[in-house]
């Protein structure tokens, strides 16, 4: 089920809820949000659905694509999605339409994140190959990365990436070469975010959290109320 909070999560209300006993991705929907209204999601079923009005309600959507690994938006009006069947597609009016990104032979995408409209990475050929692009996925330049990561960001003075066994790796050269920094956890690390110029944040499994203040040079553990149940992913609206 799909939960909405307009009060600093004091209070949530259910705004959306499984369907066909199929479920969504781990139990939830893979969703992206444009602005405060307009979002998109898709199901492990392969359905698909976009909101106008913040999630209270949604409409079901026919697309040209069966379900979607991820979903993200760049802008107001921009977003990017890797389907199941490994395409990369690009909706320029908040979902309500994609299309598949021209992409050359052999490629298949596993995940794509984009900073900015122009500016994005993407994992491909089941998370073996990672690439960068400065043009809005018109062309895409490979980068190696350590061995385990599965998640990276761009920040203004750095970029970086996560992945297994707590590690970390922080790149001052746009990806050129890498360094390893100490997170204090063993745990898998599944997804990074930045939340400010400097400020970069972790999450993975054992309900871990942590923290660098100075663009994933320096970490510390953070401890959050609940349980120990794997974390996922991380997002700053």
Known sequence: SMYLSKDNGQNWTQVFRAVDGGGYYNQMAVVGFGDAKGGFMTDSGGKSYATKDGGMTWEAKSVGFNGARTVQFSSKQVGWLVGNDGHLYKSTDLGQSWTAVPTASGVSFSAAYF????????????????????????????????????SMRFGEQSWVAVGNSGGAYVSTDSGATWNATYTGTGSALNAVAFSDAKTVWAVG????????????????LVKLPGGSGALRDIKFA
């Open 115 to 150: 900073q900015t409209d122009t500016l994005g990475w993407s994992q491909r050929n089941s998370g073996a190959q990672f690439a960068y692009t400065k043009d809005g996925a018109k062309t895409w330049i490979e980068m190696a990365l350590p061995s385990g990561v599965v």
């Open 205 to 220: 499994g054992e309900g871990t959290v942590i923290k660098s203040e100075d663009g994933g040079s320096k970490w510390a």
